[in-house]
């Protein structure tokens, strides 16, 4: 396997501008000749898929959801960055693609990141024009504000519901395409497989998740936007159907897997309770903009938080890191928040939580104020744990909330298949080991609405493609494959639930390969994840048939995948022994429990490419080089 | 630790579009006061996957934090059940107590099919976006954000109105089965906002037409939709949809 990255010669700044140009274009008469398949409707799912049936292309789209329009990427809450510099304090294209290569701990591309940086203030103005409602300034201009891991006001936001807005924007400009024919939209439908034909994806197997008819469909390329795999983990804050099937039958066919030990924990989440539990739930990382995160003082201080004074509170963010206080990026506030708990200071039921107050936020601004700002996020705060966030602390702690790492990418977003693209959290390009808030929005409009639209052109108008037809063995194999899978899940027969499997496999995760790992506990971790998934094989119970609507046979498919994603998970952890943004290998520390990394060694890319699962997963490791051409390496530091 | 309580469940059953549905009983001991509502749902199923009798039950749902849009399930013959402003998702135990009985049975409307138990087809929501619900424009040619300043306070009432999540509540509680809440918000969106100006006519016409040809009924200003929408979208949007519409078609220039 060869990893070429094909980033174009030039200056950092001129790149994409200059590739642009050398860019092959496909007539308009040609472009309806081409089918073009997007999996997963998302904000780059959704954009990329709005955007090439408007250049004319014949889209086929297809979500597992009801309707294009509940993809997960509707739950981001806290806003979109973009390099606009409307406040005028000082921002430009350069400082958000610094900030966003430092943030990611100088694990990305250089190229890539530059290239997000410089489409972000066309996706403003993309989305304005679609009618997003934007908050905006008493004067009709866009309001700003700030997000964790920058300082400067960069963000713009739709009060708490920034994703839903621009995911409606983007299924909006959808449907319109879908009314005027050229997008064939299929809903309810599971990719799960891809075709290759002569070395190029040629087309996928999909299951109706309705009827549970496998299904095959031809295209000229393929744009997997399938979001990431954190439901690894069990509990995140993922949708409960987020998964990584596509991506994970992709990787089986041949598309390496970058950086999979690449996880984000986000710092505010609210804190589980108990074990029905179904998944966590985030409070938007804006709230740190007001709120001021503190644990008792003493050890199994039981008092109410209201009733502890000042001076017996630690603000251990504030006193940490005074030049970015609790606006440090996410990665250093999940560490943190771990931290004090496991010295004993956690609040709650649990001790594994900490405090987010806006006491003095309140008083300074007034309820009114920090109401208009976070309203909706203290209203869900409150439905979900019975206490009143205006009246007391809130109790936060980390949570699994997104993957940096995904099917490796070159600079035109194709995968190590040709012809298989992938864009938004299912890749792994932009983010490095660490995203910073209000990225992630970003890149998927990015990648979708101004990426994909050139560079699936360029390869389509580039390349040899035969006539291939759904008839074809490939196809046929590919079905079978597909429905093999199914009927061995509904085969074994067993006696344990789907969903306990999952539950043990995310305890192993969250406590072996979650906010820091070690070599020993790594090494478990794969032992574990191994007799579970042999155990699972031998014991699951998958109740239901295949040809009729059956929500715990999706799942078992799911959990299958995850049970052989996870080993890859724990092996990439082990293998890179160095920290490095959210990758925190407790043998790689400061004396102040800041991450190490080893850019003499580790400074590059693991793509791993499937061998073989029999027992063990056996992957081999790829490495892509990452060149520092512009940028100069220094330690994280936000003290 | 939390109380724990048990309940009793009536829920609908129905294997298939074609099949006859039906009322079955349950009973969930060990119910905790912080689980949700469809986790109420995971325990019972993983109840009824253990004995091996019966399938699971069937029920939609995704992101269960009150956004997707996803969840849908009538409550003792409430949308999203008894609380305001609140997802079936949202929902929590601690508003039920010992020995209660609850009927669960999915959101009912001749353009809502049933697929399976409580899932039903919204697909006539999509049909009407897509008979207009958008703002034309094309990727990469739009002007600068800031070049066409919006009123802060008609940017936040069409926001007010862009929140519906499209869960068909609405649709659910209304005696007629209208969607007149669901589309009347997304014309108050964007035919407030100057990008959705040029439209404006052809966009109301369009969807209200659609909205008829999928088999919602008419509204008959019950306001049960306003009642039961989980975003507290107001029902001035279904007058403004109506406003606009009787001067699209009276003028004849749509």
């Not at chain 1, 300074?364 to 439905?383: A, D, H, T, W």
């Not at chain 1, 938004?424 to 932009?430: C, I, Q």
């Not at chain 2, 997707?68 to 059940?81: D, E, K, T, Y």
Request: net charge negative; glycine share 8%; charged share 25%.
């Amino acid at each position: 396997m060869k990893l070429d990255s094909k980033v174009p010669e030039g200056p950092l700044e001129q790149k994409w501008s200059n590739h642009l140009q050398d860019i092959k274009l496909v007539a308009p008469n040609n472009k309806r000749k081409h089918d073009i398949i997007v999996v997963g409707t998302g904000l780059a799912g959704g954009s990329a898929a709005a955007s090439l049936a408007e250049l004319g292309y014949n889209v086929k789209s297809f979500c597992i959801q009801d309707s294009a329009r509940r993809a997960h990427s509707i739950a981001a809450q806290g806003g979109i960055n973009a390099a606009k510099n409307y406040p005028n304090d000082g921002d430009t294209i350069w400082r958000l693609f610094y900030d966003t290569i430092k943030g990611g701990d100088y694990r990305s591309r250089e190229s890539n990141t530059y290239r997000l940086a410089e489409i972000s203030n066309e996706i403003i103005d993309q989305a304005v024009a679609q009618g997003v409602p934007f908050a905006r300034e008493y004067g009709g201009l866009l309001a700003n504000r700030s997000f964790g891991g920058a300082q400067v006001s960069r963000t713009f936001y739709a009060r708490g519901q920034t994703g839903q807005q621009l995911l409606l924007g983007a299924y909006q400009a959808m449907m319109r395409q879908v009314h005027e024919g050229n997008i064939e939209m299929h809903t309810r439908h599971e990719m799960l497989d891809l075709v290759i034909v002569d070395g190029k994806a040629r087309g996928i197997v999909t299951r109706d998740l309705v009827s549970g008819e496998i299904q095959r469909w031809m295209a000229d390329a393929v744009v997997l936007a399938s979001g990431g795999y954190g439901n690894a983990f069990y509990l995140s804050t993922n949708a409960k159907n987020s998964n990584v099937t596509a991506a994970w039958r992709c990787h089986k066919r041949g598309a390496a897997f970058a950086n999979p030990c690449y996880v984000q924990i986000h710092p505010t989440c609210i804190p589980v309770s108990g074990d029905y539990q179904s998944k966590l739930t985030l409070m938007s990382e804006s709230l740190r903009n007001d709120g001021r995160v503190w644990v008792p003082e003493k050890k199994g201080d039981d008092r109410h938080p209201n009733d502890i004074p000042d001076e017996e509170r630690y603000y251990y963010l504030e006193e940490k890191y005074p030049a970015f206080g609790n606006l440090v990026p996410r990665d250093v506030a999940s560490r943190n928040a771990k931290i004090v708990c496991d010295e004993g200071m956690g609040v709650g039921p649990t001790g594994r939580a900490v405090y987010l107050d806006f006491r003095d936020a309140i008083e300074r601004e007034g309820r009114q104020s920090i109401s208009e700002k976070y309203g909706n996020l203290f209203e869900m705060y409150e439905n979900i744990t019975g206490d009143n966030p205006y009246e007391e602390p809130m109790r936060i702690f980390p949570a699994v909330h997104y993957t940096m790492g995904g099917l490796w990418v070159d600079y035109n977003l194709m995968s190590t298949i040709p012809g298989l693209f992938v864009a938004g959290e299912a890749n792994f390009s932009d983010h490095g080991a660490n995203r910073l808030g209000a990225s992630a929005l970003m890149q998927g409009l990015s990648d979708g609405y101004f990426i994909i639209p050139y560079t699936v052109g360029n390869y389509i108008a580039d390349t040899e493609l035969g006539e291939v037809d759904t008839k074809h063995e490939a196809f046929d194999e590919a079905a079978q494959n597909a429905q093999g899978h199914i009927d061995k899940l509904l085969n074994v027969q067993g006696d344990k639930s789907v969903i306990e499997y999952h539950r043990e496999l995310g305890q192993i995760m969250w406590d072996k390969v979650g906010i820091s790992r070690n070599e020993e506990g790594l090494k478990k971790a794969i032992k574990e994840i191994r007799s579970l998934r042999e155990d699972f094989w031998q014991n699951v119970r998958v109740p239901g048939e295949a040809a009729n609507y059956n929500k715990y046979l999706e799942f078992a498919g799911r959990v299958a995948d995850f049970l052989e994603l996870g080993e890859l998970m724990a092996e990439d952890a082990l293998h890179r022994d160095e920290s490095a943004g959210c990758h925190l290998r407790e043998e790689h520390q400061s004396e102040e429990g800041e991450a190490l990394r080893n850019d003499e060694e580790y400074s590059y890319v693991a793509a791993w490419e499937f061998k073989d699962v029999n027992g063990e997963l056996r992957e081999q490791l790829h490495k892509e080089n990452l060149e520092f051409e512009f940028v100069e390496l220094k330690q994280r530091s936000y003290k | 630790m939390a109380d724990t309580f048990t309940i009793h469940l009536k829920i609908w059953r129905q294997a298939g579009p074609d099949e006859p549905g039906r009322l079955v009983d349950y009973t969930l001991n060990n119910v905790n006061e912080h689980m949700s509502f469809l986790e109420m749902l995971d325990v019972l199923n993983e109840q009824i996957v253990a004995k091996g009798e019966e399938e699971p039950i069937e029920f939609d749902y995704d992101c269960r934090e009150g956004i997707c849009g996803s969840c849908n399930l009538m409550i003792n013959g409430r949308a999203h059940g008894p609380k305001a402003l609140t997802c079936t998702c949202q929902l929590h135990m601690r508003n039920y107590s010992e020995g209660d009985t609850i009927v669960v049975e999915p959101f009912r409307a001749q353009a809502f099919p049933v697929i399976k138990d409580l899932v039903v087809d919204r697909s006539a929501f999509d049909r009407i976006i897509e008979a207009g619900g958008y703002v034309s424009v094309k990727t990469g040619s739009a002007p600068d954000a800031n070049s066409i300043p919006i009123d802060k306070s008609v940017a936040d009432t069409a926001f007010d109105y862009a929140t519906c999540i499209g869960c068909g509540a609405c649709v659910a509680a209304c005696p007629n089965s209208s969607a007149s809440l669901f589309t009347g918000a997304k014309l108050s969106h964007l035919n407030r906002l100057p990008q959705g100006e040029p439209e404006r006519k052809k966009r109301t016409v369009a969807m209200v037409e659609q909205m008829e040809e999928e088999g919602f009924g008419d509204c008959s200003n019950f306001a049960e939709c306003e009642a039961v929408c989980p975003k507290g979208i107001s029902i001035s949007a279904i007058a403004e949809m109506r406003r606009n519409y009787m001067k699209a078609t009276f003028a004849n220039e749509a």
